[in-house]
């Protein structure tokens, strides 16, 4: 009865609150052995890329359909997102990213751009009309990625952080 309470009083409690904050602190997906014997060692797998796309699918769902804490169309003011420096870790984090932000939600040019905003090339030969006003292909939303180095090229420890994870 005093567990059903509490529970009670929790949920409760959390009616009245409002989310202010986010921090989610993951691993990377699903991965090759480290010591395999081939090139990949170590290296991301497409089960982990799916994984972590699944994943950004079901955060968007949560923050920005259901409690639209989070705008639909990528913020920078918003949104913070600082990878280790390793293949699988950068990997996983983009594609958790394209979950979050799949194609489409990407950003349009400013009015009347779509003719300026191209490499000035004598002979361009891309076809720049199928972009339309996206910025991108799919309306495509690239997301900053900062790379925290500190923690994995401290020379002073002599541990050997490439290993670690």
Do not use: W
């Amino acid at each position: 009865m005093l567990k059903v309470l509490l529970t009670l009083l929790n949920i409760l409690n959390l009616s009245f609150c409002e989310l202010k904050f986010v921090i989610e602190v993951f691993r990377h997906g699903a991965r090759e052995p480290i010591f395999a014997p081939d090139l990949n060692a170590g290296e991301l797998t497409p089960s982990g890329q799916r994984q972590h796309y699944l994943l950004g699918a079901q955060l968007r769902e949560e923050y920005i359909t259901q409690r639209q804490f989070l705008s639909p169309h990528f913020n920078q003011t918003e949104f913070n997102v600082i990878s280790t420096p390793f293949n699988r870790t950068m990997q996983s984090a983009i594609s958790q990213l394209y979950g979050f932000y799949p194609l489409g939600s990407g950003e349009r040019l400013y009015q009347n751009l779509s003719k300026i905003a191209v490499p000035q090339f004598k002979n361009l030969t891309v076809d720049i009309d199928s972009l339309g006003e996206s910025a991108l292909p799919g309306k495509f939303q690239p997301i900053p990625m900062r790379l925290d180095l500190n923690r994995f090229l401290d020379v002073n420890t002599g541990d050997d952080r490439n290993t670690v994870e």
